[in-house]
């Protein structure tokens, strides 16, 4: 077990006094048998006059903060403190059909996993098919744990990370075609990957624990900002994390936030405000996890 805690501000600025729309949250970890939370606290400047929270169709905690004032600057700190049990390189116990590729979900499954089966995003070359396709072994049965885990650290090999503020991902294709992408780039081409195969795969959006914050020689990357990863279900396993950003198999130093079928849908922090476009001067994002 470990106490980690997490601190993400996010700050926008504007050069004249704005209105403010409603604003959509999603900076809760999801409670987990792996992740438990101890203490939480957000403090939002200028306060908003009304928070709601709800449940998203995943699941997945949603605040909306309504104001009632106009500012110059928007200020959202949250503060978090939980105990974590994630696992490094686990060995998942698949199901005995499901152990080597391919194989079929049962029939009890297939109805829930629903669309995360599905592609999501157009490859009318096939590139991103043939690309999943070198991990099925030619020489001899294709062990699904292996090719797993293949997949994720060869993202990691043979992509050049470059991280970015803009909002979105690039498809898979384009990652393909650029040999580069953030962390939430190569998730997506994972996901795609895995489902061309016929995996159920998932977008999780998160927060990332590099031990080289607290000193520690093994570094990670992705800190400093959120961060992303994807989730295969796998018969016996279940969800299974995978970050191919820097080649974690397990939920090791992986605090999940937002559990999703498309990056989209996992945006931290979305809003509204009212007044001229040349008004907005920017905005600043810096996430801080450390272990106690």
């Known amino acids: 077990m470990t106490v980690l805690k997490v601190n993400h501000v996010t700050v926008y600025r504007y050069a ?38 709800m449940h998203d169709v995943f699941g997945n905690s949603i605040a909306i903060c309504s104001f009632d ?26 199901e005995e059909y499901a152990r080597t590729y391919p194989f079929s979900y049962s029939s009890d499954e297939i109805p829930d996993l629903g669309r995360t089966t599905e592609r ?5 070359d096939h590139k991103v098919d043939e690309w999943a396709k070198q991990f099925i072994r030619t020489d001899g049965p294709t062990e699904t744990q292996e090719m797993l885990v293949a997949m994720t650290r ?40 895995a489902r061309t195969l016929g995996f159920a795969a998932r977008f999780v959006s998160g927060y990332l624990y590099d031990p080289a914050v607290d000193g520690d020689p093994e570094s990670r990357v992705g800190g400093g900002a959120t961060h992303a990863w994807v989730q295969i279900y796998l018969p016996g396993a279940g969800w ?4 191919p950003t820097n080649g974690i198999v397990g939920g090791a130093g992986l605090i999940r936030v937002a559990v999703t079928r498309d990056p989209a849908q996992a ?19 810096e996430v801080m996890v450390t272990s106690e």
């Open 16 to 53: 004249k006094p704005v209105r403010l729309g409603d604003h959509r949250l999603m900076f809760r970890p999801r409670d987990s048998h792996d992740m438990r939370l101890l203490d939480t606290r957000m403090v939002i400047s200028p306060p908003a006059k009304k928070i709601r929270w």
């Open 240 to 243: 299974v994390e995978f970050d």
């Open 267 to 285: 945006v931290p922090l979305s809003g509204d405000w009212f007044g001229a476009a040349e008004d907005f001067l920017g905005m600043d994002v």
């Open 154 to 193: 060869t993202i990691k090999d043979s992509f050049e990370y470059k991280g970015r503020t803009a909002a979105g991902t690039q498809s898979p294709v384009e990652t393909l075609e650029k040999n580069t992408g953030s962390c939430r780039d190569f998730a997506l081409l994972m996901m795609e990957a």
């Open 120 to 124: 999501h995003f157009p490859d009318p």
């Open 69 to 94: 004032r106009s500012t110059t600057e928007l200020r959202f700190e949250s503060r978090i403190r939980l105990d974590h049990f994630g696992l490094s390189n686990p060995d998942f116990p698949i």
